[in-house]
């Protein structure tokens, strides 16, 4: 077993280091990033070093341990993912999977992987993302090149890849950490008391919520301003201080083993670095739980059950309510949460509000923190399942049925209309269900309401961008909230008055409903919301072969020769480091078997 790990985690790493390693060699001493926030090639060698030593010691240390998880929560999807001739992924599977990995960890919605709103057209890649432009312009130029041979990406390379964007975005944090060192009259340098420590904890998750508008440099009015939360108190403050004391508890217990009971407890900036690191990965999950409470509130406003509120009483909280939904009709209409269509009047779709841009709270340069998409939890349960890009209609009934979410049981019975929609599916492609296309995810929408949001093909991907509606723009004004309920309530007694005369001519003629007559009448499933677009996410438009590189001979085989002796010298590094850590005593050189190189 200890083997089959040593290597496996090699191979990671082998992949990882010829991407920050060649961004290290490419790079000038500093590469530019936003801000202050900068990598330098000597950090992301040592940090590469570090990472290498540690597997080498037999992969017990966290950076090993790390990428082994990563695997275990890509691989699945990796394999229901469909491939080029080659067995990897090609550009859009490699968009769906690093998109989906870090929405479904971490929250994050990344700048340059904001969803596309189902449309084919204008696809954005992963060497488009700003965070590898500013920081790592070698690794873009090798996903470039890997995208001309149309060669793609294997599975340690998705780890490797996966790795290095989170190292990247997770150097934001220690921006933002320094920035709370300084504002609260600190240096990074001298340790902090556990007082001390939670005051400039708390300074970072200020900073962070206030995302690029937060002011780095004037420590005056930020000390103002924390003394004027704290003392004003409340849930929000009181809960962030409570994730933040969780976070150094936490740190201590998985630390008890280092510290020294008899003296007390000091902290350096690399422990407040990783406690950091730890809430920057476990925030978004932490805030969450709001997204839970806010989709109860809706539910309690769906009058039938089909994940749709209508629009008057989305606009009709009372003064005591917790929530109060104030985005405008314009804006619900751009990101797919406005049904214009239900009998009875224009309704909000839960599913799509709640995923919408306007529930992302903090934004920082490179991603946003929204709400966790239960839907994408849902399909990678099917992708587990399945471990394949199509399944067979009744195969996928099957596997749905004993699906459940936070609002939906297991072992039901799915309605005939949506058996007969998936069929539909399947004859539209030939006998399979594609998992990443659009008609599925409709077919989800209906079978899981309340998750998964109705795929409405966007006429501008830009309005699901969070940088779009800054500045208070998604809100409608008071006075159209005020008049769209007000409509409600005279649609009410004018729909009243409607039943209690005909309940009168029903009476008067002896036509009313018997017991059983209601069940049936309950049971009743209305037409669906249906169209017939299709658009599949995560493949491309044509089979993939491995081709020759554009750009002339001469310049293929320069491009071969640089990143080949780039390859050599990282050959070279960890050849001696085996060599060094294998060498001496014959104990040293059994253990070391177990972790030859796979080269």
Known sequence: MAKAGGNKSIAYLAALSFFMFSSAVSASPSVRGAGDSRISAEKIQSRLNEALASVMRGGEDAGAKHLETIEAHIWQTYQALPKNDLGRLPPKGVRYLVHNYFAREHGWVIKGLEPLGH?????????????????????????LEAR???????????????????????????????????????????????????SVLQSYLLLFKQGEKADLVNGTRHRQYKNLISNRGGQLWNQMVDFESDAVKNYGFANTHKSN????????????????????????????????????????????GTGRVPLPMFYSQSQTDVYHFSESTDYLKQVGAYDGSAAGGPRVRIANYMLGPSNCIASSTYYSICCISECESLLNQLEAKV??????PSRLVYLVREMSSSTVDSHRELPDVLVDKLQSIADHHGGDVPLHGRLFSQWMHHAFPNECPFPQIAEDVAALDPRTWKESKAAASQEERAKIAAQAVDDVLSQNESDVASLADNVAAGLLWSDD?????????????????????AHDGSSLKLGTQKGGLFGSLMRWAFQGALLFSLLRVLFNWQDSLCGGSSKKKAKCEDYELPF
């Not at 007559?517 to 996410?537: M, N």
Request: hydrophobic share 40%.
């Open 119 to 143: 449309q084919n057209a204008n696809v954005s890649a992963v060497h488009d993302l700003s965070v590898l432009q500013d920081k790592a312009p070698a690794l873009v130029e090798s996903l």
């Open 387 to 392: 471990q394949a890009p199509t399944a067979s």
């Open 517 to 537: 007559d209601q069940e049936v009448g309950k049971a009743s499933v209305p037409e669906l919301q249906w169209t017939e677009e299709e658009v599949l996410h």
């Open 148 to 198: 001309r041979a149309d060669h793609g990406l294997s599975l340690s390379d998705m780890v490797a890849m996966v790795a290095a964007l989170e190292r990247l975005i997770l150097d934001e944090s220690l921006t933002i950490l320094e920035a709370a060192y300084r504002l609260n009259l600190f240096t990074p340098e001298e340790p902090l008391s556990e007082l001390d420590l939670h």
């Open 261 to 304: 009971p008899f003296e007390q407890q000091s902290y350096s900036f690399k422990a407040a670095s990783l406690i950091v690191e730890g809430m920057a990965n476990s925030y978004g999950k932490w805030q969450n739980q709001e997204c839970h409470e806010m989709k109860d509130a809706l539910m309690s406003m769906d009058p039938d």
